[in-house]
Every structure is written in structure tokens, then in C-alpha cells.
């Protein structure tokens, strides 16, 4: 079966619009192959997705260590990481619930809030999407608390909006102001800011940073930078 089917097929058992999520997230954001294309993820240690949603990149982890021992893998992929611990931390219920639910004992996932929750030592630590949604001054303590995190030369995967990319911005800001007022989140605050401010914030803390564009085959301005702590 491949990956992708793998990976999305325990959602249907979860909820339907929950393994419609997961496939259109799957199919259509180039983010989460990418991790695996690349090789980006150590092989062991313990991985923690901040605001993991429905669990999706875990259960994707999961399933590419289980595809790959069972001998089924993209020829010239890096193997998956195989003995990395995983656990997700998402402030809403219902999909903490489905997380739980279509994962099982394969990865742990917490409900809490990122401003309040006390972060376990990583070795990798992801946050895909998730920092505009709180303001600056959140969006800064949420990034030191993740640097007193990682371990020595710990990996830090971010995944935001470059505010400063023009058109591509405001196709990304209005979509998701669409999206949040199709979950009933229309009064929300969203808090941008261009790559060149988020390299900045993350050197401050002491990451080595690269950044590159992650919105392949989409509209948007989203960039991913790739943060490797050498404090």
C-alpha cells in the first residue's frame, strides 16, 4: 500500500471529515514528505510536534517506519526514522481526541495549551503553522522555552508565513482568515511576520538557521526554517 494511503487509511475510523483532513493535507501540503525526502529527522531520540492538530505528521512517522520495515519504501528516500520516540501536543479536544484515536499506543499526544504546557527534552521539536496564531510576545516565549528544550544540537523545524512576500502573502492571510471562519474561529487575531524577522527572532536565541520556501504546488508564502541549536 502506499505511504500515503498508509498513513491517512486510520482516519476514516476516526472520523470521515477527519480522514478527508488528513488526505487534502497529505496531497496537497509539500511540508510533510518533505521532511522524509530530505531525511531532516534523526533516526532516534524524541520528537515533539507543538500544536499537532490531528496527528498527522505522526501518524505519516509512524507509518514510514512501519512501511519501510515491511520492505515497501520511495526508491532513493533516506530510511524513515526508526527509533524515534514521538509525542503532540494540541490545545483542541476534538482533535486531541482523533490524534489519540487513529494512533493508539504508537505516539503520545497531550491537550494543553503551548503558552502554559511545560515542554519535555526533545531532540526535535516541529511547529507547522501554528505561532501566528498567538501574538509576538507568546510567539517569543513559546520560541525560548522550545530552544531550553532541545538537547545539544537539537533540530527545531518551523513552518510560517512570510509576511513580507507580497502577493503570495496576501493570498495566504486572507485563505486562512477564510479557513478560521469556517471553524468558527472568525474573530481570532493572526500575528505575521516577514522570514527575515523570523530568522532574526531565531538567532537570538542562539539556532543556526536555514530558510527555504515550503509552499510547492500551492499559492502561499510559507517558508520553513530549519533551526539547529550550537548554544
Known amino acids: 500500500m502506499p505511504l ?4 491517512t487509511r486510520p482516519y476514516d475510523k ?10 487534502g493535507k497529505l496531497r496537497h501540503d509539500p511540508v510533510f514528505f518533505s521532511l522524509l525526502r530530505r531525511g531532516l529527522l534523526p533516526d532516534r531520540g524524541s520528537l515533539l510536534d507543538l500544536g499537532c492538530g490531528q496527528g498527522i505528521l ?3 512517522l509512524r507509518t514510514a517506519k512501519e512501511q519501510y520495515q515491511a520492505g515497501s519504501w520511495p526508491q532513493g528516500w533516506p530510511a524513515p526514522p526508526l527509533n524515534l520516540g514521538l509525542r503532540g501536543i494540541e490545545v483542541n479536544k476534538r482533535r486531541v481526541r482523533i490524534a489519540r484515536r ?8 497531550d ?13 526535535v521539536i516541529v511547529m507547522l503553522d501554528v505561532l501566528f496564531y498567538l501574538d509576538e510576545k507568546s510567539q517569543d516565549r ?3 522555552k522550545a530552544a531550553e528544550a532541545l538537547e545539544p544540537s537539537g533540530l527545531l523545524l518551523l513552518r510560517e508565513t512570510d509576511a513580507g512576500a507580497g502577493f503570495a502573502f496576501q493570498v495566504t492571510k486572507w485563505c486562512e482568515r477564510i479557513a478560521g471562519t469556517l471553524r468558527g474561529e472568525f474573530r481570532q487575531q493572526l500575528h505575521y ?14 539556532f543556526s538557521v536555514s530558510a527555504e520556501p515550503m509552499s510547492e504546488g500551492t499559492p502561499f508564502s510559507n517558508v520553513l526554517f530549519v533551526a539547529r541549536r550550537v548554544f
Open 102 to 109: 487513529v494512533l493508539g499506543e504508537r505516539a503520545r499526544v
Open 4 to 7: 500515503f494511503e498508509a498513513a
Open 111 to 123: 491537550q494543553g495549551d503551548l503558552r502554559d504546557i511545560d515542554l519535555s527534552p526533545s531532540s
Open 142 to 144: 513559546l520560541l525560548a
Open 14 to 23: 476516526a472520523a470521515h471529515y477527519a480522514w478527508h483532513f488528513a488526505r
Open 58 to 60: 505522526l501518524s505519516l
Open 193 to 206: 511576520r516577514s522570514a527575515a524577522r523570523w530568522a532574526e527572532a531565531l538567532e537570538r536565541l542562539g
